[in-house]
């Protein structure tokens, strides 16, 4: 009988484990729209951040329909940095003027996080990283890298076959708050 008091205890502690974090995550996912217009007033970021703890922060992706313009097939992104349920800072992300987007994973860093998105098709892609750290309590670009490829010659079936890396050192370094993605796609 010990064995099954046992189990299901574990079983318990499991189910509230596993649902747990997603209530966490729905919440912020709900509350985004409305911490939206709270967290960020005229571009200044209304919440401390302490930069010691990257696990205060994370990031969410939501539809921007206000950005949709009548030849968009899709509802443009933004990129969303949260610290509990408030979004701190904004990042729009390219709708019709990169070709083929893709927004992937980002990574938090010893410093900050880092962005990598890819975009192109035909005989260029390109993959780019933005990197930004935490300092004084506020998060700020500070290097984008740029791997762009390109095809020589497209009839030899050889695609993508040349490689040219870009790497921009921002002095000083940017806050996120005026970052705009767009400006570094080339």
Known sequence: MRSREFTGAFLGVWLWLF?????????????????????????????????????EYSFLVVQNPKRQRDSDPIIPQGLNVVVGDEVIAKIELP??????????????????????????????????QYNFWCKANHFYLYKVRRD??????????????????KIIRLKPNLPIEKFVMNDYLQ
């Open 19 to 55: 649902f747990v974090p997603c209530s966490v995550n729905s919440l912020a996912t709900m509350t985004t729209s409305h911490a939206a217009v709270a967290g960020v007033v005229d571009g200044r970021i209304t919440r401390a951040l302490d930069c010691n703890k990257p696990s």
């Open 95 to 128: 709708n019709a003027e990169a070709k083929n987007f893709s927004l992937n994973p980002i990574e938090k860093t010893k410093v900050g996080f880092a962005v990598k998105v890819d975009w192109g098709g035909g005989v260029y892609h390109y993959e780019i």
């Open 148 to 165: 762009s490829f390109s095809t020589k010659h497209p009839d030899s079936g050889n695609f993508l076959d040349i490689k040219r890396t």
